[in-house]
């Protein structure tokens, strides 16, 4: 579980008080398993909240606790975090470090010092779940940036994280690039158990995620389903946001009648099957 309770961070020197907070008094708590999105404007406090949770900043005040170890513990507590914790930046180029794509994948776990045929395993496990078995010995470099996306989320579950988080994953890919590393993402959820937290600002994509977060001005301004979120349409246009366009045409389609749609549609199929039932 990650647990962050009563948690503020504010960037610059902390003696500061003059700065602004990026968070301030979050908490919240993401059990093992679950698909959970984070929205937010920019300067919202999503991105800041993601360095905590993976302990790569620590708070001014208050604890954030992954599987029970402070994140701002040293030493072997620590390592610990960072082995269970695993982050995907929007930009793979800030993660990439080899020259091919099997040798970035084996970055991780030769660091961890794992025995060669260990290291082996896990880079062929991680090759297989993101279809990356033909290009192993590609240069990084000629790679499309949706491919080395892959890589990087290839990279960072040959660690074998319990909890991975992405920052943004999808800004920079084409659509059908996009849809493929979603689908790959519930899959890792539902066949792998893997906790994933996405960070985005493309409401479509998060439809069928089991939570959204809603952030605004370093506070939490909604956390629940998808329906429930979605249902608060004037609430998200207050802050900035909106809903998929999908969930906009069923909530005009029941305004013209027809009852028979759910009072918050979040998919295509959601949108015929409530139209089908009332031909």
Not at 37 to 55: E, H, P, R, V, Y
Request: glycine residues 8%.
């Amino acid at each position: 579980m990650l647990e962050v309770d009563n948690v503020s961070f504010r960037y610059g020197a902390q003696e500061d008080h003059e700065a602004p907070l990026a968070l301030q008094d979050v908490t919240l708590h993401i059990n093992a398993g679950e698909m959970v999105a984070i929205i937010g404007q920019n300067g919202s406090g999503k991105s800041t909240l993601l360095k905590l949770l993976a302990a790569i900043l620590p708070p001014n005040r208050g604890t954030l606790l992954v599987d029970g170890l402070r994140t701002t513990a040293r030493g072997e507590d620590l390592w610990n975090i960072r082995q269970r914790v695993g982050i995907v930046f929007q930009n793979p180029d800030d993660q990439l470090v080899a020259n091919t794509v099997i040798d970035d994948i084996a970055f991780g776990p030769e660091n961890l010092g794992l025995p060669r045929i260990e290291i082996e395993e896990r880079i062929q496990e991680a090759m297989a779940l993101l279809d990356l078995e033909p290009y192993a010995q590609m240069p990084i470099s000629e790679l499309s940036v949706g491919q080395k996306q892959r890589v990087a989320i290839a990279g960072v579950l040959a660690m074998r994280p319990r909890y991975l988080i992405l920052d943004e994953p999808t800004t920079m890919i084409p659509g059908q690039a996009a849809q493929h590393l979603l689908a790959t993402l519930h899959r890792l959820n539902r066949e792998r158990g893997i906790t994933v937290i996405h960070i985005t600002h493309f409401m479509h994509e998060i439809s069928s995620f089991q939570r959204i977060i809603v952030m605004n001005e370093g506070h939490v301004l909604m956390d629940g389903s998808p329906s429930t979120i979605f249902a608060r349409v004037e609430e998200l246009q207050a802050v900035g946001l909106d809903v998929p366009l999908v969930t906009h045409l069923g909530q005009r389609l029941r305004a013209q009648g027809w009852s028979s749609l759910p009072e918050v549609v979040l998919s295509i199929e959601q949108l015929k099957a409530g139209l089908c039932s009332s031909i």
